[in-house]
């Protein structure tokens, strides 16, 4: 059942984003006035059409569940050539080269759409998320040597302002990529603000596809270690915990947080640990020894904490929310476009390149966590979608879009075999990148 759950989130997230896309080269071709033969959903053999329209456009499902397809009256085709000297006013190259790249561009441009608008409609419903509220940083970490402290709230990255933990995480991958320092301006818990600098080093050293906040020793802030269940036969339940203990201390020291005891219990396995409880207000001692867990190796207790952390709701009004989506949207695609750079000058690794199986992946467990954060993740595919497509490599919609622009430069077209040995250069790269991508995939997955 969860392998079909994660096939069917993927499906839905990927599958409407591909209609959308070679929807948007559709509706501006037929507003050209250039005639669509057909408009099929995936690629290879069609498995079923109908035709609709005054054109008789053929609308199609092809065996191929990969991508999609519109083809157009085109005399570069014999297939699609105009039968008929009435049509060639409707044919895709006798258009306008400004036509051209607008047929061309509009699949891309109705990724971002997309986006905006998701994001957009997140916005102003609001989204409930984790604030940018800080437990106290480990000894030696950047943030710790930087003078962040426990319980204090981040609310502005670089000058930048922030509202939650991922908007928080967001401006720090965003400095890693720049590699310049990061400025955190803080509020403390007890009043008053301060400035805390991370150091450019500090930051330039993140992987940018990691846990950027944990690297730097930045968490979020979590309530008291307070046990809500016992397991039955653990070894919290040998060890007499109860549900509403209160864990002051283990082995003598100060438990900060229900973290600090799940790691207290995971680094104990087979190991005697004394604890101290606060129940009903008088303080207990207990000793636990927490069973190894043979899959992991950690040591379990088996009790659960109540761990709350404060919750903000991000929520905008509609031309803010719409301004925040496209800020959003203009941000993830320059940051996507730098690591791309990143990764041809070999600033980045090309482990950072994922394909379907991790997409999959991500689709399943965003849609166990919420529709809100599953909508989210398909504003930022649908992103990826217009970025990539926007690659100047020859089949994809970048690569036409580069052979338009070199004829506005030149006033002339791309001679054909320039444009078919371009191609084939263009097919092959393409495989090239698909086989690497599906590679990080299964290694992530093995």
Known sequence: MGLLYTVLAFALALGPLIVLHELGHYLVARACGVKVLRFSIGMGRVVWSRR?????????????PLGGYVKMLDSRDPETAPKDESELHREFTRQSVWRRIAIVGAGPLANFLVAIALLAVLFMHGVEEPAAR????????????AGVRGGDTVVAVNGNPVQSWSELRWQIVH??????????ELRAQGGGSYAAVIPAERI???DVEGDVAKALGLDLWRARARIERVLPGGAGERAGLRPGD?????DGRAVEDGQAFSEAMHTSAGRSVQLEVERAGRVVALAVTPERDQASGRGMAKVLLAQPVEMVTVRSGPFEALAKGLERTWDT???????IGKMITGEASWKNVTGPITIADYAGQTARVGLATYLQFIAFISISLGVMNLLPIPVLDGGHLLYYSLEVLTGRPLPARVGELAQRFGVGLLFMLMALAVFNDLVRLL
């Open 246 to 250: 209160l864990v002051l201390r283990a």
């Open 52 to 64: 609709f329209g005054r054109d008789g456009t053929e609308w199609a499902i092809s065996a191929l």
């Open 204 to 206: 330039a050293a993140l």
């Open 333 to 339: 695609s320059a940051l996507t476009i730098k690591m």
């Open 175 to 184: 400095a890693a990529v720049d590699k310049e320092a990061a400025r955190l």
């Open 134 to 145: 800080l437990r106290a940083a480990p000894q030696g970490s950047a943030a710790q040597l």
